[in-house]
């Protein structure tokens, strides 16, 4: 990898950020948490990062709220998004991607379903 990528992981469930994290940093990307949707609003004050690998299923903000939130401005409208989520409906998964998410990745998940839809969009080269 020529420069290292920063990702946002952003999910209420500290082991699936701990998981997320895991794979990303062996595969050479900047890792940065947030635990909630408001986090992730005040992280993206701090920098804008490559990618972020969002839940649905959140307390106070889900992620859907935070996707409408993050498409609808026009400085991070071209940031990224993998949904990555236990809600595995038809419904859920076109709601995601009608809201602007560019990849959907159910749980549970494999390391390779992830790479593979971090290099779909970050143009970088198969896992």
Excluded: C, H, W
Excluded at 62 to 76: E, I, N, Y
Excluded at 79 to 98: C, H, N, R
């Amino acid at each position: 990898m020529a420069e290292e990528k920063t990702i946002v992981v952003v999910d209420d469930n500290p082991d699936i950020v701990s998981i997320v994290r895991t794979i990303l940093e062996g595969r050479g990307y900047s890792v940065i948490s947030a635990y909630s949707g408001e986090e992730l609003f005040t992280r993206l004050e701090e920098g804008k990062p490559d990618l972020i690998i969002l839940d649905i299923m959140m307390p106070n903000m889900d992620g859907l709220q935070v996707l409408t939130r993050l498409k609808g401005v026009p400085d991070t409208a071209s940031i990224p998004v993998i949904l990555l989520t236990a809600k595995v409906q038809y419904e859920d998964v076109l709601g995601g991607y009608k809201l602007g998410a560019d990849y959907y990745i159910t749980k549970p998940f494999t390391s390779t379903q992830l790479i593979n839809g971090i290099n779909l969009l970050l143009g970088e080269e198969k896992a």
